[in-house]
């Protein structure tokens, strides 16, 4: 069975502007969470979406917009770029909200 | 404020010895601990998980121990191979407290087995 898959693998982009990333889940699970890591450090909540409906979001600027799609596909959106929204994104999956979570390979974000 | 805490970045141990990674962490509403690998290039690999209902959870060669009056968890691994090599990130949940499954990271110990 097919992991958590994420697209695009890289991008660079410039402050100011926006980037979208997308995150497909490991088929049956309903649950997707974002998480971003910067150098250094561990991974950092960003949200959580179950059954189409944000159920958590951690300590990140309006700036960060996350959906769920019917088929429990999610897109994390993050507008006006900063250098420091340089990191790895990762995307995790779940059966439901409360079990273990799956990552994908991630998304490096480079910010010039 | 760090609630979950790796002390130390890198550990080397001989293949074939046991590795122990330590964890220390400051939320009392934290009740699931999980344990995650990572390669370069690769997202975080599940490990192995533990309930404040236990104090020992063991996979193959992998057993972490949960000291819940100290707020401490460690990972033994046994024997310790090359392919262990990785960073490996401690992880609490309160599936209690938060109604979500978020977790909250450590900032990761690098193992280095050396053959």
């Known amino acids: 069975d097919a992991g958590v898959t994420q697209s695009p693998t890289h991008l660079i982009k410039t402050r100011g502007q926006q980037v979208t990333l997308r995150c497909s889940p490991i088929s049956g699970h309903k649950s997707v969470s974002w998480y971003q890591q910067v150098l250094g450090q561990g991974p950092q909540f960003i949200f959580q979406y179950y059954e189409k409906e944000e159920r958590g979001r951690g300590n990140f600027p309006d700036r960060f917009s996350a959906r769920q799609f019917p088929n429990y596909s999610s897109e994390l959106n993050v507008n006006a770029l900063l250098l420091g929204d340089s990191a790895l994104y990762l995307c995790?999956?779940?059966?439901?909200?409360?079990?273990?979570?799956?990552f994908g390979p991630g998304t490096r974000l480079l910010v010039l | 404020d760090q609630q979950v805490k790796q002390n130390s970045p890198s550990l080397s141990v001989q293949e074939g010895r046991i590795s122990i990674l330590n964890c220390d962490y400051t939320n009392s509403m934290f009740d699931y601990f999980l344990w995650y690998k990572k390669y370069p290039a690769e997202g975080p690999t599940f490990l192995i998980s533990?309930?404040?209902?236990?104090d020992k959870n063991e996979d193959g060669r992998f057993t972490v121990f949960l000291n819940k009056s100290a707020k401490h968890l460690s990972l033994h691994i046994v024997p310790s191979q090359p392919g262990d090599s990785a960073v490996y990130f401690c992880a609490a949940s309160s599936v209690r407290g938060f109604g979500n499954e978020k977790l909250t990271f450590g900032t990761g110990t690098r193992l280095t087995i050396i053959p």
């Open positions: 533990i309930s404040s209902i236990k």
């Open positions: 995790a999956s779940s059966p439901s909200a409360r079990e273990t979570q799956y």
